[in-house]
């Protein structure tokens, strides 16, 4: 049986472009290649699980125009159900400006536009489909009181609520009481506990600091330094797969799909960090959010070469 997921979060039309170096603040630079791709962090994450073979519902809203239309294309094509994905007249759809560089750092600057209006309303329009999934993914590209409308509702049906904390923000106790698995990176674990993540102590006790927030698990998302589980007073870090980045955009989102989708289908949690990992590290290597995100089988082999390696010697 597919696993099922369902997705509260946000749509925008990624403008990318490449330059040789970030602009400071005040300074023109002359860039390079330019490309209009579908992005968003909840329409990424919604992408990544359906091409990893989830069945995958995304509630969201984009803008009565070209950009809202070819997103919601792009997402039913990927086979993601846009059922509850609302066209909302009054308002713009998101729009993302990204800057890429040559080391394949990003800097982005989101306009959210009618992600703003996902109300909690809308999130009970589709109980439906949050209620049948067995992991409810959300991020912060959204307002909160809807992000948290989504978790008590999941929460009260033992659904497993995964939160990325993304982009970088408080978040109120009372969402982060309802959360089963916590997944920030390093600027989003800075903001949340205060603390530095500079090495792998320092990493370890933020996350506790984290757990201590009430957090049954939490796993930081290190970039090139792959991974640490916190779980029940242990830490398991995973490392990354060795990759030579072109983009790291939606990095973070494909390793949420990666993860959520392992998750739902049973395995466990150190395994789903690698497939997190995984899926993660291959979105690196291509230019652009949902085109980036990797098929399963591409997964796949990338999981069972670390299986592999990382396989107890036989005696
Ligand atoms: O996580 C990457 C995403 O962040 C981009 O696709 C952009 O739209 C912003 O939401």
Redesign the pocket.
Known sequence: MKPVLAVVG?M?M?LVARAPRMPIPGETIIGGEFRVVP???G??QAVASARLGARVSLIGRVGDDSFGRTLIDGLDSSGVDVTHVRIDAATAT?V?L?VVDDTGQNS?V?APGANMCLSPADVDAAQQAILAADVLLLQL?SPVHTVKRAAELAKAHGITVVLNP??AQPVPDALLALVDILVPNESETVMLTGLPVGDERACAVAANVLLEMGVATVILTLGDRGALLAHQGSFNRVPAFPVSPVDT??A??AFLGGFAVALAEGRPLPEAVVWGNAAGGLATTKLG??PSLPTREAVEAVVSKYEEEHRAPCI
């Open positions: 946000s925008n990624d992005g968003g962090k329409a990424n998101g993302a990204i982005i989101v590209e993304a982009p955009t939606a973070g989102d959010a949902q």
